[in-house]
């Protein structure tokens, strides 16, 4: 069987050029290819799930990346995968620090569903130190991330960090 389409899931909080990388490549293998984006209500997030989904569709339109189907999902990824058809799950790979995170969740989503290819891209040097936390604390210290960001990225968190400034001075913090 030949494996056309996949998910790939993250929490895209928000999406940076190292997550795009990964997309344009793993596009040139599945020509079906869902970006589903994690709503999980224990891991705090600078940004709403519904943010992040516009976010991440607005940065795909900016770089020219069209026909990605941008999806949420909660609980098991392998559950997403299964209700939307695919067969491979794409994942990134920076540092050694992502290997034994990531080697354990392939193995974990094997076990339950073994159906499903783990596939990693390994990231553009460029990108290799590139992460949404850094993008965040930069801009938060008033950084400019034009080289980390599209550009409606930037929009977005600048407006975000600024709307949190202005809630954390209204409590008197
Ligand atoms: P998660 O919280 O699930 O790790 P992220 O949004 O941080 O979600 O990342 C999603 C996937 O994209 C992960 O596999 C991560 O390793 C990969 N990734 C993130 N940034 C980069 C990058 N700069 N280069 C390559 N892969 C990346």
Same mark, same amino acid.
């Given at each position: 069987m030949t494996i056309t389409s996949a998910i790939y899931p993250g929490s895209f909080d928000p999406i940076t050029y190292g997550?795009? /990388?990964?997309?344009?490549?793993?596009?040139?293998? %599945?020509?079906? +290819?869902?970006?589903?984006?994690?709503?999980?209500?224990?891991?705090?997030? +600078?940004?709403?799930?519904?943010?992040?989904?516009?976010?991440?569709?607005?940065?795909?339109?900016e770089v020219g990346l069209d026909g990605i189907q941008v999806i949420s999902y909660a609980g098991l990824l392998v559950n997403c995968a299964k209700e939307h058809g695919v067969s491979a799950i794409v994942r990134g790979l920076r540092a050694n620090s992502d290997f034994d995170y990531e080697f354990q969740?392939? +193995?974990?989503?094997? /076990? +339950?569903?073994?159906?499903?290819?783990?596939? %990693? %891209?390994?990231?553009?040097?460029?990108? !290799?130190?590139? !992460?949404? !936390?850094?993008v965040k604390e930069v801009c938060s210290y008033g950084g400019d991330v034009s080289a980390f960001v599209p550009e409606s990225v930037k929009k977005a968190l600048e407006e975000k960090l600024a709307e949190k400034r202005a809630e954390r001075s209204s409590a008197g913090e």
């Open positions: 997550h795009i /990388d990964i997309v344009r490549r793993a596009k040139k293998l %599945f020509p079906r +290819l869902l970006i589903a984006i994690v709503a999980n209500p224990n891991k705090s997030t +600078l940004f709403t799930i519904e943010e992040r989904m516009k976010i991440t569709e607005a940065a795909l339109a969740m392939a +193995l974990t989503n094997r /076990d +339950l569903a073994p159906q499903f290819e783990s596939v %990693f %891209f390994m990231t553009a040097g460029t990108y !290799s130190f590139l !992460s949404s !936390s850094i």
